[in-house]
Structure formats: C-alpha cells, structure tokens
C-alpha cells in the first residue's frame, strides 16, 4: 500500500497538494508537522500536512517530500480547521491564511535568503559539522539564498539544519531582517559576585579608604539600593555620587562593579512583585458580570454594552480569573492601536508572569517563544494579550475570548489575504473550541448590536461610570457663524481657548482631537487652483510643516515644498484644510506656556514613540495633547477635564455608509477620556452644524437613538448586518484593462444578481502605486446561501481567467468589507 499526505503550501493554490511518503513516513508523521517539499521547477517548500491517507492524486504522479521538520506537530487540527473555515468565508486559499498565520521563521523555503544573527555569540563547539558549514559560509558572504547554501554545503536538503540554527539563535531570515530594531538597553550596575559577603564587603571598603570617590561610588550604591534591593542605573549612581563615568568604569574594570543590561521595550514583569488581589466589583459590574454569565451558560456570544470608564476591564479580569482557575487559556483581542503598556500592565498586575503579549512589532524570535508556550500550554502563556492575528495561535485548551473595542474597524484586516475580520472570525474559533467569547465596547458595532435585538447574542449593560462619575458633559461649539464673523482665532473658538485656559488654571490637563494627519493636508495654488499630485496615486500630496515637505500618505512619495505653482508659477500657493500639526502650533502661538504634545502616525513611527507620549502625559508632563483617532483607544487618563473635537464635519462627512456610526463611535470614545477619575468632564466639539442627528445622539449619549437611525438607512439600503456585502476590486497598470475586465465582470455578475450588483466604480482613491482599482459590490440577502454564492463567483472568474485580453488583471476578494 502507498502512503500519501495532502499539504497546505504558504501560497495562494486551490487546493490542498498531495505528496508520497513511505511507510515509515506515514507512521511517524502527524497532523499539523512541516515537511519541506518541492514544487514547481525547483523550488523548496514548508508545507504543513493536513492529511494522510493512502488514495494517489489521479491527475498528477505524487512527488516525494524531502524531508520531516518536526519531531512534533506546531499547528494543532483545530487550527486547521479554523484557518479553512476563514479561507472558505474570506474566499482565499488556506495556504495565505497559513502563511499569515504563523511566524515567518516557521516559513523556510529555498527562495528564502539567510544572514548570520549579528547579535548571537555563536559557540562553535555546540555546533555540529554540518551546521559549521553554513555558518562558515555566512561569515564570508553576508548573505544567502537557501538554494545557494545547499550548493555550498553539496547537500540537498538544508531547511532541517537551518531550522536548528535558527533555534539557536545562529542565523536569520532576511524577514526578520526587516522586522529587527534595535531593543532599548538600559545599563545597570550591581556590586561585584566577590564582595557579596559582608566580610568581603568589608574589606573592601578598608582597601578603598585611599580611594574616597571610589568608595563614595560603593556607598552610594548602598543608599539607592536600600532595603528592597533594587536595580540601579549607572546614571542613578553616577548624579547620587557626583562621580564620572570614567570612575565607575574603574570600578567596572576592577570587578569590583560588575554591569548588566536590561532590555527596556519587552514587557518585563518582575517576578519577585506580588499580584494584585483583584478589585472588588461595584454592583453595576457585579450584575453585568452574573448576566454574562447566565448568557455563558447558555453558550452563547456575548456583548458586554458598558459607557466609558464604567469598569469593563475590571469585568473581564475577574472572568479571566474564574477561566485561569479551570486551568484553561484566554485570549484578550485588541485592536491593533490599543495595545497600550497601560492595559498589559494592568493585567500583569493581577496575573503576573501568566500574561503573553504577541503583536506583529515584536521580533520573530519572540513571537516564536510565545507560540511554542501556548503550543505547549504553558503558565508562561496562560492569557495572550494581542492584535488580531494572535487568532491564529495554537491555543489548545481555550477557555474565554475577549474581543475589546469590538467595533474597531482595525480587527479587519485589509491586505494581504486573508483579508478576515477578527471579531467575527474569533466567533467562529470560539465555536469551535466550545469556549466562552465576550464582545466589549462602550459604542457597540451595529452589527452586534443587531445581534443582541435578534437575541442571538447575550447582553449585559453598565450604565454608569465607575465611582458614579458623571458622564461628561457635551456642548456644540457653532463655527460657522463665528467664522463668518471672523471671530475665530486660527481653527479655535473663544469657548474652546475659554475652555483650555480654565482647565489649566485647575491644574488639570487637555485632549484635543483633530482628525487629520500632518499640518494642512493640501497645498493648492490660489490663481489657478492646481494642487500638487502623487506621481504613482490619484491624490493630491500633503503638507508635513516639520519637515517642509508634501508627501503621499499611500505610497510616501514626497517632495520639497514649492515656492510657486508648478502650473502657473505663480507664488499663490496656500494651505487648505488643516491637520493636528497645525492645531499644536496654532494653539502654542496663542499661549506660548503652555505644555504640548502630539501622538499621531507621524509622532509615533518608532517602537516606543507612542508609550512615551502617553507616559509623559500621565506624569502630567504634558498639560495638551493633540492627536488623531489615536486618543480614542482605551486610554486611561485620570486628569484629563477637557476634551476638545476641532472639527466634526469632515467626519460625518464621509462618503461611508458607515460614516454615521463611526463618526458617533469615534466621537463618544474620545468624549470618553474626559472626566474619567473625580470630577464632571467637558468635552467641547466644534462643528459647523450642531443640528446634525449624530451631533445631538452623542450629546445626549443616545446609543439607542443611533442604533435605531442607522439599522433604518441600512435596511433601506440592504447594507449590513441586514444584509452581507463582497467587494470585487480590480487592479491594473493598465486604466483601460480595468474599466473593460470589471464591466464584464459586473455584467456576467448582474445575470444572477441584477440589482444586488453596485458598480465598477472607481473608490475615491482610485490609482495607488501605479495600479489602477474598480469596484464591484454585491448585496447578498441574509437568507441567501453564502457557500452557493461564492462558487457561482469562483465560477465567473475561472471563465473570466480563460479570457486572454484580461490577463494580468488582479481581482480581489474583500468579503464583509469596512
Ligand atoms: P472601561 O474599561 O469601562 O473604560 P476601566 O475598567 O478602565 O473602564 O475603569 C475605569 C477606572 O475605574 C479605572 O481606573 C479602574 O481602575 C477603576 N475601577 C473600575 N472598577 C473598579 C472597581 N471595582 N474597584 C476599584 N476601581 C475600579
Ligand atoms: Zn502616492
């Protein structure tokens, strides 16, 4: 009898590829290892097995594998099931889910390129003959392809030695190239191992007593240290000892100090700390928490509805707890924006080293670590902490899904395929892992909501603020008659400076929110109203005052500032619109003592960039932050009175059907951050038109009164959750192919579909890096079976791929696209 396995290969192929394995094989192989296979002319693959079995493929003769990679499955069968339940909903192939999925490290393949770690001291005796070979090559040539090497070494399959020596630390993959940064090292001293000992300690100082500032450099030390022992900065010691650097180097080079660093980035919990007991619910989270838990009861999703700093956290620390308990794994979803250090602090508080963050910014290497310790089920990894792509860890023995900020758009994901929707996708995971799933959000998704009303979801509710804190207070600023007037100065209004300056005057501190990047989004000449252009996108460039630059914010093609019109030449050019950069500058000319900070995309580009805005601001060394959507997330900020919205309009404004809702959510969560410890908070929103419905359902914190509007426009619309939605995009150099490829489209579409077909149309953006885009939409009605429509969809574009003047043309899947 032959053996044969079928194979997830990390690339967008149909179906799944069958290869032959011997008997031996078949009865060392399980589920869920990776075999390194050849496909096509000569490429070397990792591929995952998903099956084995003994019919041959009857189109193709079944290749040999090369070789076993593992001792042990890395991917559980649930994972595998998971991941073809989103390939099938999203319409991809499972290969692009696989290769999203797991850590690019678990991914060699011979096209792969190979580089020495510069960080690891490599110990050449731990290496075996083979293993030295490579690394050999590498020191001579900075870098190479898998193929290369296994032509240096004259051996054919390479991927299970590269495997060990990227475990042990020797090489990397040129991915993970990209990804490194530089940790943060933060440089501490200790006393020597020799002079641990008192009597050694004090023979020591009697050995220094010629040496007064050495010594002083000890006994300082002593003093900083004092009882709880602990870490000292040479920076510490060197200002409390008012010695040098050069002196403590001394100290160093005599072993009398000995150095050590501490990486500062990674979330280090110290282990010596105590846990928290956990917080005592008030009786509004306790009654949320009993009816999440009746809903639990009866399996069902549920959605915790709970107002700004009404304590939901608190909640779902106390639900984490009770899964810890049964000894099962949870999983905290964030969307991406808010994986702030506040909240991983907070639970590492309570749970201390059972807490694993996994985010894409994290090194490969330590996203590696935090998959083998959920793999393996360890205490080191009990509650996961991450992005939406933490979904896709081998949880084996899950007990509770939190989806936090559940109506974040950020838990869609938009490119690459798997183009998945996190929240909806973790229903599904926690389905099949018969685990408990709670949705969170003080301004639930319409969707979820919707699900609550049809009873599919439970609900639990929290109406008040934590500490019975008032929910703050709203006022609409009318702007349009004040600038008709000219009373405005720059882009604020009397009553938000009025506003500022009395909140400043209380010692409390500011939030500002503008919802747009840089300093004035567009330059357009005054004579004949050209304004500048991406050369590769169809958007006009914006201005970044920092840097005097106008700078594409879809591919960063960026220019210096002209001083005249490249139309008209003449020197009329002036700013249109305005950005948070302008705001911040504005607001300092008209009080210049003021303290004031900015967190937007461009002031967080580092690592670090966005903790350090938000410590500086809680350690009040900030009294105004101004920032982007940014501010909504879940941030904690006890002394914050005073929330100012500078314009409203350009968010309701959006040509969205979902513009309304998240114009209401965005404003509502920033409204949020005001008042949250003590004291009745004030938001002020700036608008040319307070009348408008949403204007007055946040005032008036009316969710229901939103919720109802809006599933009203939907219905009319057949816009979800009422109905489901496809975007079809297509994409090509060529502006004629995509007008001619999407109407055919369309067209062969409309014989089934008719009405329920929207388009092509071009999106507002509609060339981006050079590549023309069209849409289609189609509206499917609830009841309309999904898995039917989408085979008469494959079936449309397999004729449509036979069509020779289409050729090129990229045709993209977005199902329930946001
Ligand atoms: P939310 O997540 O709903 O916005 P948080 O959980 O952040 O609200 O709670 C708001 C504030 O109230 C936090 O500072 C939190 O520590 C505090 N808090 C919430 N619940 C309790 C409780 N039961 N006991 C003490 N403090 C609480
Ligand atoms: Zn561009």
Redesign the pocket.
């Known amino acids: 009898m032959q053996h044969f396995i079928n194979v997830i290969l990390p690339i967008p192929l149909e179906k799944l590829f069958t290869y032959s394995i011997t008997k031996a094989e078949a009865n060392f192989l399980k589920i869920g290892m990776r075999v390194a296979v050849p496909f096509g002319k000569s490429k070397i693959h990792t591929a995952l097995v998903a099956e084995i079995h003994t019919t041959a493929p009857i189109v193709y003769e079944a290749k040999e594998i090369h070789q076993i990679l593992d001792d042990d499955p890395i991917v559980t069968e649930l994972q595998i099931k998971h991941w073809s339940w989103v390939a099938s909903y999203y319409m991809c192939s499972i290969g692009e889910v696989f290769r999203s999925a797991v850590p690019g490290a678990f991914l060699l393949e011979s096209e792969t390129l190979i580089l020495k770690n510069p960080e690891s001291i490599v110990q050449e005796d731990a290496l075996t003959d083979e293993e030295f070979l490579v690394f050999e090559a590498l020191e001579r040539q900075s870098m190479l392809k898998v193929q290369e090497i296994a032509a240096i070494i004259d051996k054919k399959n390479v991927l299970p030695i590269l495997k060990r020596l990227l475990e042990k630390n020797v090489i990397l993959t040129k991915e993970e190239v990209y990804q490194q940064y530089k940790p943060k090292l933060v440089r501490y001293v200790k006393l020597g191992e020799k002079y641990q000992s008192e009597d050694a300690l004090g023979a020591l100082l009697d050995s220094l007593s010629r040496a007064p500032k050495q010594s002083k450099v000890i006994l300082s030390l002593f003093q900083l240290q004092g009882r709880n022992q602990k870490k000292i900065t040479v920076k510490e010691l060197e200002e409390k000892s008012e010695s040098s650097a050069s002196i403590i180097k001394t100290l160093i080079d005599k072993e009398i100090l000995e150095e050590f660093f501490v990486r500062t980035d990674r979330v280090v919990f110290d282990a010596a700390k105590k846990p928290s007991l956990l917080?005592?619910?008030?009786e509004y989270?306790e009654k949320a928490l009993q009816d999440i838990e009746a809903s639990f009861a009866e399996n069902k999703v549920t959605l915790l509805h709970?107002?700004?700093?009404?304590?939901?956290?608190?909640?779902?620390v106390k639900l984490i707890a009770d899964c810890l308990a049964k000894g099962e794994q949870a999983l905290y979803l964030l969307p991406e924006i808010a994986l702030t250090t506040q909240l991983i602090a907070?639970l590492q508080n309570y749970f201390g080293q059972q807490v694993a963050v996994f985010h894409s910014k994290y090194t490969v290497h330590e996203r590696v670590e935090v998959w083998n310790n959920v793999l393996t089920n360890k205490s080191k990894a009990q509650i996961v902490i991450g992005a939406r792509s933490s979904l896709f860890l081998p949880f084996s023995n899950l007990g509770l899904i939190i989806v936090?900020e559940e109506h974040e758009s950020s838990f869609k994901q938009y490119d690459p395929a798997p183009r998945y929707h996190a929240r909806d996708s973790a229903i599904v995971l926690a389905n099949f892992s018969s685990c408990n799933i709670l949705l969170?959000s003080?301004t639930p998704s319409i969707e979820s909501f919707y699900n609550v009303k049809q009873q599919k979801y439970g609900y639990a509710q929290?109406n008040r603020?934590?500490?019975d804190v008032l929910m703050p207070e709203v006022e609409l600023v009318d702007i349009k008659e004040l600038t008709r007037k000219k009373r405005m100065k720059g882009h604020f209004s009397e009553r938000l400076l009025q506003g500022i300056t009395a909140a400043i005057e209380e010692g409390e501190q500011v939030i500002l929110f503008q919802n747009r990047r840089g300093f004035a989004p567009i330059v357009e000449c005054t004579t004949c109203g050209h304004s500048p252009q991406c050369p590769n996108c169809d958007v006009s460039l914006t201005y970044h005052q920092y840097k005097k630059q106008m700078r594409c914010h879809y591919c960063s093609y960026h220019m210096a500032l002209q001083q005249s019109c490249l139309a008209c030449g003449m020197a009329t050019l002036n700013t249109k619109g305005f950005g948070t950069e302008q705001v911040e500058q504005e607001l300092q000319q008209i009080m210049p003592k003021l303290r004031i900070g900015r967190m937007d995309l461009d002031t967080t580009r580092g690592k670090h960039a966005y903790e350090k805005i938000i410590t500086s601001f809680e350690k009040h060394e900030l009294d105004v932050l101004v920032g982007t959507q940014m501010l909504t997330k879940?941030l904690?900020f006890?002394n914050v009175s005073l929330v100012g919205i500078m314009n409203a309009d350009n968010l309701l404004n959006f040509p969205d059907f979902r513009a309304h809702e998240r114009s209401y959510q965005l404003l509502a969560q920033v409204s949020?951050r005001a008042g949250?410890?003590k004291k009745r908070g004030k938001v002020l929103i700036q608008t040319y038109n307070p009348y408008h419905q949403i204007l007055q359902q946040v005032s008036a914190n009316d969710y229901e009164g939103m919720y109802t509007d809006q599933i009203n426009e939907r219905r009319e619309f057949k816009y979800p959750p009422l109905n489901r939605i496809i975007k079809i995009t297509f994409k090509h150099r060529d502006y004629g192919k995509v007008e001619d490829a999407s109407a055919w489209f369309a067209k062969s579409l409309r014989v089934s579909f008719a009405d329920n077909v929207l388009g092509p149309e071009f999106p507002s953006v509609s060339r981006i890096r050079n590549q023309y885009l069209k849409n289609i939409v189609l509206k499917m009605k609830k009841d309309q079976p999904l898995g039917k429509t989408k085979a008469y969809i494959r079936k449309i574009e397999k004729s449509f791929d036979s069509i020779g003047q289409f050729k090129g043309v990229r045709v993209i899947y977005n199902v329930d696209y946001i």
């Open positions: 917080k005592e619910l008030n989270q709970g107002v700004t700093s009404s304590g939901k956290t608190e909640v779902y907070r936090d969170g003080a929290i603020r934590f500490g879940g904690d006890g949020g949250r410890a």
